[in-house]
Every structure is written in structure tokens, then in C-alpha cells.
């Protein structure tokens, strides 16, 4: 396994990109598989989790190249001429390529075999099988609910109205994929709004999808309907960096005293930018300029500098918008002035670790004061510097071990994090991008 410390660090001071978004670089690739004919991608992460997905569309018959100039091309079949995978498809690490997946085969006449890795294989996957099911397809898992799973797909698919009962874009993306093969209009209810990625390019790539927000019982809820059996047309996609990405550099530019970062060209979706509300609310001075929009996403350059950050109160409501950013922003929280409350974090205990025990676990082990309670966390800010210390296994997640570094350079002793190889999934080149803007991030001896 590999091992990186992270080491007290001097400030940050540069101008950067941060890697491509990692839930619009996977939809670019199956988007693409479904439409009939060439779909060029630029900007795509070229990540582990987006890799697996390529090559499990590459098994359903899509083919998917990547260009001498970096730009992906996908030649896609058009829906419904996929064919049945020759092998099983292992998604690896990513729960985005594995569910997404899901929806696409369920309304393919044909059966497909997933797997993935350790950590995948212990996720649930009932959230996705269960309206999978009802739409018609025949589904045998592990377990019950758990990969490896095979997927025998339906092809007179029966349309569904399904309420969510867990906020999750993955879910919600997976029905509406399996809608795109089904005759008639298949209908997502979020009682929360996630990110809306698969709506945006679904349209772009040509199928008719409604959204309306309206009230029942006294609350707000999103209406999502696809139209299913559309003529997809391919659609350049320009895929901006990833905000989650960012947010690791921009807490990092926060805590380490002096620091100033340009982050360019970042993400804006405004059902992803929970987490610079949040820091903004605790006092962080980060700027968002040259704000535009490309394609169908909102874009914007990040400014951040080093503030002195308040502790807050992070709502449950807002848990959608920032739910891959709150072990990052625990770190921000951990050296702040006083005690930060967040509320709502339920489905942190189901990504690619638990991560609410895991944040809690690692600050604790750098030495900060934090309390899990139900599915809230309290950290008890400490004003400064974490002691640190700590030796860190990031037990297969990506922004687990990426979390730790951070921690590290702001912290008065390194901290050691073992299982580095994971940060591939969603940012390669991590460390040697920190390192470039002043971090102190080394390879340690196995
Ligand atoms: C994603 C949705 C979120 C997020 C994940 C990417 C997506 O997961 O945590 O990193 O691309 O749709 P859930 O749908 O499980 O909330």
C-alpha cells in the first residue's frame, strides 16, 4: 500500500485546475454509449472511477477512446443496441459508475454481472435495485442488496413514479436512465434536491425531461419526469473541475496562515456548492470571479484566502449540496473558533467508507475533540493547529486519505496516511499538485 505524510506546511501560493468533475465525467461516458453516434469529451477526469465506467460501456459495445490531445471520443450505439457483456462488470470503486450502470442495463434484454472492489461490495445497493425491480427488471444480488449482483433487463419496461427515500443523485440518475428505455414517462420525486447533472445532459443529448418543484404536505419536492424512448443525438460535453476537488484546496489555502490560491475553472452547480456557503458562513474569504457558464454547467475561478474561520451550524437541508464535502470541511471546522454542528449526515455513513465514524475516528487521532451523535457530528474547534501525529489508514476512500494530508499541513507534528493509491479514483496527481503550491507531502518507505 502506498504511504504519504503530510508534513507542517508554509502557505499555499499559486494558480491551479483542479481535475475534471468526477459525476459529469461518468455521465459524459454513458450519455455518450446511448446516443447514436460520435460524442466528443474534453475535460474529462481521467480518474480510476470514471476508467471502470468506461470499461464497463466498452463491454456493453460503446467504443471509447481517448485522443493524442486528451479529448475523449465516445462512439455510441443508440439506445437499446447495447449487448450482452462477455464478462463481468467490475465498477471498481465507484458506486456513480456502478449504480448509473445499473438503470442503463435494466431495460436491455440481455443479463450483466457487476462487481467492484472491497469497499463497493459492502455499499448498499437495495436503494437502486428495489425501483429497478419494480420498473421490470430481474435482479439477483448478493446478500439481498449488495454486488456482486446480475441484472436480467426488461424490455417492456413498465414506467414508475418513485419517491425517493433516500437523497441520492446516483439513485435518482439510475431510474431516469432505465426511464430512457422504458415507453411512457418515468417519474422521480426528491423530497430533497440533488445534484441535477443527469437532467442537464439528458436534455443537451435531446430526450424531453420535465422538472417542477411543488408542494405536498406543507413541503417543497422536485417533480423530475423523463420521456421515455428518445432519439439521443450526441452532444459535446465540456466537463468543468470538480467543486469537490476544489474544496480540498480551498480549505487547505484556509488554515495554512499566508496562503493565497487560484483555483480556475471549478464547477458551480448551485446544488453543489454547499460547502463554500458553509466556509463563507464561518468567515473564509473566497472570492468567485470570471463567474460564466459553459455548456450546461455553471463555472466560476475560485480566489481563497487564509482566514480566521467562526464555528456554525451546518443545517440538515443543506447535507445534499455538500455531502462529499463535510469530512473536508470537518478539518476546516476542527481549526476554527469554536464548536460546529452538522446535522443530517446519514448517508455519509454509506459512501466509500463510513465515513461519519471515519472523520470522527481521524480528528480524534490528530488530536481534536469531536462527538457523533445519531447522524450529527460536533467538532469542538481548537482555534489553531491540531497537534496531529496521527497515522491514518484511508480503508479505500479516495477523500479520506486526501482529508488526513490536509489536516497534515496544518497540523504541529505530520500525519502519516496509509492507502494513498485510493486518491486515483477522483484526483489524480493530488499530491504532486499540492506540493506545487507549497504543501509538504512526501512518499514514505513501505
Ligand atoms: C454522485 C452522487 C452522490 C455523491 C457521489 C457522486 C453522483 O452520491 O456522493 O460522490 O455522481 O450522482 P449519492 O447519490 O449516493 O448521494
Not at 459529469?24 to 450519455?31: E, K, N, P, T
Amino acid at each position: 500500500m502506498a504511504k504519504l505524510r503530510a508534513s507542517p506546511s508554509g502557505p499555499l501560493k499559486g494558480t491551479v485546475r483542479v481535475p475534471g468533475d468526477k459525476s459529469i465525467s461518468h455521465r459524459s461516458l454513458i450519455l455518450g454509449a446511448l446516443a447514436a453516434g460520435r460524442t466528443i469529451v474534453s475535460g474529462i477526469l481521467e480518474g480510476d472511477d470514471v476508467l471502470s465506467t468506461a470499461g464497463a460501456l466498452r463491454a456493453l459495445g460503446a467504443h471509447i477512446e481517448r485522443t493524442k490531445d486528451g479529448r475523449w471520443v465516445v462512439d455510441g450505439l443508440g439506445l437499446g443496441a447495447m449487448r450482452e457483456p462477455g464478462s463481468v462488470l467490475d465498477l471498481g470503486n465507484s458506486g456513480t459508475g456502478a449504480r448509473l450502470t445499473m438503470g442503463v442495463v435494466a431495460t436491455q434484454p440481455f443479463t450483466s454481472f457487476f462487481t467492484g472492489d472491497a469497499s463497493l461490495c459492502k455499499r448498499p445497493m437495495a436503494r437502486v435495485t428495489d425501483p429497478l425491480k419494480r420498473m421490470g427488471a430481474q435482479i439477483l444480488a448478493r446478500s439481498g442488496t449488495r454486488l456482486p449482483l446480475a441484472i436480467t433487463g426488461s424490455e417492456e419496461a413498465t414506467p414508475i413514479e418513485y419517491t425517493l427515500p433516500v437523497p441520492s443523485a446516483q439513485v435518482k440518475s439510475a431510474i431516469l436512465l432505465a426511464g430512457l428505455g422504458t415507453a411512457g414517462e418515468t417519474t422521480v420525486i426528491e423530497p430533497e434536491p440533488t445534484r441535477d447533472h443527469t437532467e442537464r445532459m439528458l436534455r443537451r443529448f435531446g430526450a424531453t425531461v420535465h422538472v417542477s418543484d411543488e408542494k405536498a404536505d406543507g413541503k417543497m419536492q422536485r417533480r423530475v419526469t423523463v420521456v421515455g424512448e428518445p432519439e439521443l443525438r450526441p452532444a459535446p460535453v465540456q466537463v468543468p473541475g470538480d467543486p469537490s476537488s476544489a474544496a480540498f484546496l480551498a480549505v487547505a489555502a484556509l488554515i495554512l496562515p499566508g496562503s493565497e490560491v487560484r483555483i480556475e475553472n471549478v464547477g458551480m452547480n448551485p446544488l453543489r456548492t454547499g460547502v463554500f456557503e458553509s466556509l463563507r458562513e464561518m468567515g473564509a474569504d473566497i472570492r468567485f470571479e470570471n463567474e460564466r457558464k459553459d455548456g450546461d454547467e455553471e463555472i466560476a475561478d475560485l480566489v481563497v484566502r487564509a482566514s480566521a474561520l467562526r464555528a456554525i451550524s451546518v443545517p440538515a437541508e443543506r447535507a445534499p449540496r455538500m455531502i462529499d464535502e463535510y469530512p473536508i470541511f470537518a478539518v476546516a471546522a476542527a481549526l476554527a473558533h469554536g464548536t460546529t454542528r452538522m446535522e443530517g449526515l446519514a448517508e455519509l455513513k454509506v459512501k466509500e467508507s463510513d465515513r461519519l465514524s471515519a472523520i470522527a475516528n481521524g480528528l480524534r487521532a490528530c488530536g481534536a475533540t469531536v462527538a457523533e451523535d445519531g447522524d450529527a457530528l460536533t467538532v469542538e474547534g481548537l482555534g489553531g493547529p491540531l497537534p496531529g501525529g496521527a497515522n491514518i489508514d484511508a480503508a479505500l476512500d479516495h477523500r479520506i486519505a486526501m482529508v488526513f494530508l490536509v489536516a497534515g499541513l496544518a497540523a504541529r507534528s505530520a500525519v502519516t496516511v496509509d492507502g494513498t493509491e485510493t486518491i486515483a479514483t477522483s484526483f489524480p496527481g493530488f499530491a504532486s499538485l499540492m506540493e506545487g503550491l507549497g504543501a509538504s507531502i512526501t512518499p514514505m518507505n513501505r
